[in-house]
């Protein structure tokens, strides 16, 4: 009897193809399935990220589903591309799931990794995310000393988004899309706004990062977060 083969979650980064793992290169380069989620439509992000590592040979799967904030893809899109890499695995065919930024944050691998894991192997390589990324580029130090570092998701209700920024010392807000100006209003009502930085396709070679009050919001892509960091906080 054939071994199962291995189902990789390899976290690929925010956009530079460089910020990639060395792990993750090596087992990207010896894998015989490479998979990776891509909208209706069009190419995927994350395979254009680790497109100059693969290998011509490699089989691809490509698992299309919506994958903007407005949408949240249907249990059948990951039963089916589970179901996909399954038989790679069963056939003894390691398979990569590439992950933009890390698989764990946000991640639509945690879908797949659920229903993978419950029957085959499975093996997560860590990834360079998009907030460790945007703050390198824009020169933001996020946590020092005893800093609160706080991750939200702009989909959150304006209530509970207040809340919790009125809690933390350094904040990175993610998802932002048409929840953008929402999470702008909880951070001016704050009087965080000027103390906050806005930083699209980090990494990517269209970055940018402006003041937050200099956004227009309409222009807001998928590809952007917000970083807060609360005047007196360690980290400045
Ligand atoms: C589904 S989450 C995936 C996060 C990813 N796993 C990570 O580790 O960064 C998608 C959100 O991450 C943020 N994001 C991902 N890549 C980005 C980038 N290169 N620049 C800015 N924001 C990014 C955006 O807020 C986007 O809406």
Not at 38 to 67: D, K, N, T, W
Not at 98 to 117: K, M, N, T, V, W
Request: net charge positive.
């Amino acid at each position: 009897m054939t071994a199962s083969g291995i189902a990789y979650g390899i976290g690929v980064g925010p956009g530079d193809p460089e910020l990639i793992t060395l792990k993750a290169l090596r087992v990207l380069r010896r894998v015989s399935v490479v998979a990776y989620p891509a909208p209706p439509e069009g190419p995927s992000l994350a395979r254009r990220i680790a497109a100059p590592h693969l290998i011509p040979a490699q089989v691809e799967i490509a698992m299309r589903m919506p994958l903007d904030v407005r949408q949240f893809p249907s249990p059948t899109a990951y039963d089916k591309a589970a179901r996909a890499i399954g038989a790679e695995l069963k056939q003894g065919r390691d398979v990569a799931i590439l992950c933009e930024g890390d698989p764990f944050l946000y991640g639509s691998f945690q879908y797949l990794y659920a229903r993978l894991a419950k029957k085959w192997p499975v093996k997560v390589i860590p990834g360079v995310s998009s907030i460790m990324a945007a703050a390198a580029m824009a020169g933001w130090p996020l946590a020092a000393k005893s800093d609160t570092l706080t991750v939200l998701p702009a989909t959150l209700p304006a209530e509970e988004l207040s809340a919790r920024l009125s809690h933390c010392d350094s904040a990175a807000i993610l998802k932002l899309g048409r929840h953008f100006e929402k999470a702008r209003v909880a951070l001016r009502t704050l009087g965080l706004e000027k103390h906050s930085l806005y930083v699209e396709r980090a990494s990517m070679e269209n970055a940018r990062a402006l003041p937050l009050a200099e956004v227009t919001a309409e222009s807001v892509p998928y590809f952007s977060l917000i970083l807060m960091r609360r005047p007196g906080a360690s980290a400045s």
